[in-house]
């Protein structure tokens, strides 16, 4: 920001950032700005631009255009639930959204936020996923947005895939978010009749170079094509016209 009457310029963030950190942890407030803005927001649940709206602009703004009413969403890594709840605002009645999450911590700040909004439409599912049920070794790295499955990890948490997900009855997806701090190749093949199916478009982090060309080797293998954010921040799509298509029972296997 300029300075008035001067050449001199002051980081917004050096004027603000006393008074973001002032703000009492355990109030809920509106987030500020944003396709999210409105919702109401617990502000100690994450980092301070989850309440500010400026987390991930590009791409959250990107997620929130392919959002319609109606629409079901699986949120995989939802985290305290800053895409969640923009999907549960988006989606309205008569849609569904399932967000998975295993972390403890970050389960009680995703509960908090959809009962801030009186959200009924969604379903939170705690466990990781990965490409098998059972349960899985789990670690934290001192954030909260940095637990991930690690076979260093002093935790064991409950696990299922996709795939599994589905087949107790539950809706397909339309549209996954996908980030999972290095188990995206997990996730994804463990998904593999799902993506199939219901072609879903998806919103994928990746998390290390050889997660990352797996990865896209594995959805370009299944007929997605991909637009790539960042080197690490990927839109996987079926061509146009054929997202939701049905496949027969051969495609599956």
């Known amino acids: 920001m300029r300075i008035p009457l001067t050449d001199w310029h002051i980081p917004l963030g050096r004027l603000i950032g006393p008074l973001v950190s002032a703000v009492p942890k355990r109030a809920v407030l509106p987030i500020v700005k944003g396709p999210a803005r409105g919702i109401r927001w617990l502000v100690g649940s994450g980092m301070h631009n989850f309440w500010l709206g ?27 639930g800053i895409y969640t709840v923009l999907a549960c605002r988006s989606v309205g009645a008569d849609g569904r959204v399932f967000a998975f999450e295993p972390a403890t911590t970050n389960l009680s700040y995703l509960y908090e936020n959809i009962r801030a909004n009186r959200f009924v439409n969604c379903e939170v599912i705690p466990k990781a996923v990965s490409n098998s049920d059972g349960s899985v070794q789990f670690e934290f790295a001192g954030e909260s947005c940095l637990g991930r499955i690690s076979a260093d990890g002093l935790l064991r948490v409950a696990s299922t895939s996709l795939d599994s997900f589905v087949s107790g009855g539950k809706p397909l997806p339309q549209l996954l978010k996908i980030d999972v701090e290095g188990a995206e190749y997990d996730v994804l093949t463990g998904a593999t009749k799902v993506l199939l199916q219901a072609k879903p478009t998806i919103f994928l982090a990746t998390h290390g170079e050889k ?3 797996n990865c896209c080797r594995m959805l370009e293998n299944l007929g997605y094509t991909l637009r790539f954010l960042a080197p690490d921040e990927l839109i996987a799509r079926f061509p146009r016209g054929l997202e939701g298509a049905k496949v027969s029972p051969l495609e599956a296997r």
Not at 70 to 76: A, L, N, Q
């Open 211 to 213: 997660v990352h060309a």
């Open 54 to 80: 400026t987390y991930e602009p590009e791409k959250y703004e990107l997620f929130y255009k392919e959002l319609a009413a109606g629409m079901v969403v699986y949120d995989i890594g939802a985290n305290t």
